[in-house]
């Protein structure tokens, strides 16, 4: 078995459901359901499943969408992929270090950036600034 596919076991063993599907069935979290959305604290907001740090806290904005919203994702932490899945093709971003999908980028977003991350709260953990980050699980690099 692959570090890749252990990643993908260890996850559905303890992670909820819901986060196992958005992050590797590609499913979507309701609008308006994570308590990530009123999340306005300083810290960092890392990959439920391998736990790569994705976007600080300062890449946060209201979008009024019901999806945690960042106009900016950590250097190198993202990777992206055309989604072909609705009537018009759309830019899907994963963890770049697991591939765990985390949601879809659009561009109408704030200055300075003008990118719209729009997260399934599912699918991130978010940690206090002052407190340390996980230890990263194992996947395939």
């Known amino acids: 078995m692959s570090k890749s596919e252990k990643l993908k076991e260890h996850c559905r063993s303890v992670l909820p459901a819901a986060a196992y599907e958005v992050l590797f069935c590609e499913a979507t979290e309701r609008?308006?359901?994570?308590?990530l959305n009123k999340e306005k604290r300083s810290g960092t907001f890392v990959c439920a499943a391998c736990h790569q740090p994705l976007f600080a806290s300062t890449g946060k904005y209201d979008s009024g969408t019901g999806w945690p919203s960042f106009f900016e994702p950590l250097v190198g932490a993202v990777a992206t992929r055309v989604d072909r899945k609705m009537f018009m093709p759309r830019t899907e971003y994963h963890c770049a270090r697991c591939g765990g999908h985390q949601g879809h980028v659009f561009d109408d977003g704030p200055i300075?950036?003008?990118?719209?991350?729009?997260?399934?709260?599912?699918?991130?953990?978010?940690?206090?600034?002052?407190?340390?980050?996980p230890s990263l699980n194992e996947v395939d690099t």
């Open 31 to 35: 609008a308006g359901t994570s308590p």
């Open 112 to 133: 300075p950036t003008g990118k719209r991350y729009c997260n399934n709260g599912v699918a991130l953990v978010f940690i206090l600034q002052g407190e340390p980050l």
